[in-house]
């Protein structure tokens, strides 16, 4: 009986404990240092951990650039970075979702919000040194931090009982993704051949044409027995270019490509046509005409769809709360509220032909790669897929283990230090096709008795057309520029009166404003997502001409185009 009860111990072992763990000194490391935390690690009189989470992050990059064809950086780097995670208190009240402007200095040195650099070096006994000082410190802030917040919560009345964390099912999880392998010397002439065609190009200003190869490795261990590895390869090419209309409106334009590997990207010579026509749009838009104002239908269609969603709609899609802050941060900082949408579920948010999920699990979508493709979130928590929006009603919000009113589980959706989507689809029950849809749009602009209406075909930055164009009864269309979006929010998608049947894919580089307080993890500073949306039309929109004041365009000629 003895025997049988100690092989049934080695067996649960070895499910607790993959194969990587026994032989990889980082792992060692990490579990080692998390079970003597667990055990000993309490000041006197106050809390110990109720959870630690360990995730080293071990990153190589690569990164070619160029601007007029001169190479202006190539460069490989290595890094390793540790991010603790300590909670003390209990699930329902905790540390976390609290903001102090009180720091100690001497472990701001060591660590800054959970994060440090560890040594590149396999050699268990620095790394145990270094996780120690880095959990010592972030512990040490964490009941600092505790006792803060229970102040604070004393002068307060709040009828939201949400807990501060989610209690989640352990899980093992191992991604083992394809290392990226880059011929630097072969970016480096294809960089200076790309950004040399705008030596062909007079109207742009500034440019310039980005490589980037990653290859990130992540170790994840909690106390809660969850743990992962997670091998993610990417692989990135930007180009930028911007100039300045006669008026001195400022026109920038750019190309964002993502893959998981370099094969993943263009060919040169489509990368050359992407340039060329970059080059195109604002040397067009440079001798487009303006409008001061226009209130009527408006067609999004193209790489607008996505972009206009991604900017408008989407960040309402995932689940914030408000920050506790103490007295001294809040008369600084301000409060910050949490996301409106939080009381909407049930509610409608789209017309009730439109629904819209987030389906992580799909690598892709007729045969194009999705960009949000992952196995596993930041904390474990197995990638799934979630209907946010069926018919038109809001059904929940992405979601990390910091959960918000109304939504009690995590929805595997944490990445960069909170709840980001990954692959977007908008679906509809009666799109039209492009045909139809434009007679829909020309139809209504008649109704309004409107001289012209407006479509829209790409965007940038916040509510800011890049490609208008006023489209007359006949069909005829005409080129505008220096146009943004008066008070489209994401109420105003509500007033969609159709859509295409054909969807609109678009990878996009998603930054989200990141909440106070929250861990920022290693490098991972964006979330690549993709977006399939249809074209939208909208009955009744308000556009304006850019205000405030821009520079003036440069004196002299660009030296290059000069002859002198």
Known sequence: MRIVCTLLMLCLLSVACPLWAQD???????????DRSMKQ???????????????VVDSDRTNVSASFGALSDSSENRSRTLTVEVRVGDYKLDNTNFFSMNFDPSAMVRIFNGTTQLPADDDYKELRRQIWLATDATYKKAVEDLSRKRAALQNKVSSDETPDFTKENPASTTVDGQVVKVDRAKWESMARSLSGLFRQMPDVYTSNVRFSAS???????????????????????????????????????????????????????????????LGQRLKDLRAASTIENYNGPVLVEGDAAPQLLEREFLPNLLGWRRTLMDGASSSQQGGQAENPFIDKIGARVLPDFLSVTDNPTLSEYNNVPLAGWCKVDEE???????????????????????????????????????????NIFVTTKNGLSDAELRAKFLDLVKQRNKEFGIVVRRMRGSAAPVLAFKVFPDGREELIHGMQFSELNAAAFKEIVAVSKQQNVLSVEYRPQRSRGMFSYGNESYMPVTLVVPSFLFED????????????????????????
């Open 215 to 277: 290859n990130t490795y992540i170790r994840y261990l909690n106390s809660d027995g969850t743990s992962y590895t997670l091998r993610q390869p990417r692989v990135t090419f930007e180009a930028s270019a911007a100039t300045q209309a006669g008026d001195g409106t400022p026109l920038n334009d750019f190309v964002w490509l993502y893959g998981r590997s370099v094969a993943e990207l263009p060919s040169a010579d489509k990368l050359t046509s992407q340039v060329h026509a």
């Open 41 to 55: 690690l309490q000041l006197e009189n106050l809390e110990k951990p109720y959870f630690i989470s360990f995730r």
């Open 24 to 34: 990889d000194v980082v792992i060692k490391a990490m579990r080692d240092e998390l």
């Open 541 to 564: 929109v308000t556009l304006r001409k850019m205000r405030g004041e821009t520079p003036k365009p440069p004196v002299a000629a660009h030296p290059y185009f000069d002859g002198k």
């Open 380 to 422: 474990g928590i197995p990638a799934r897929e979630s209907k946010l929006v069926e018919d038109g009603v809001l059904k929940t919000l992405l979601v990390s283990r910091d959960p918000v009113r109304g939504i009690e589980h995590s929805t595997g959706s944490r990445h960069g230090g909170q709840a980001m989507p990954s």
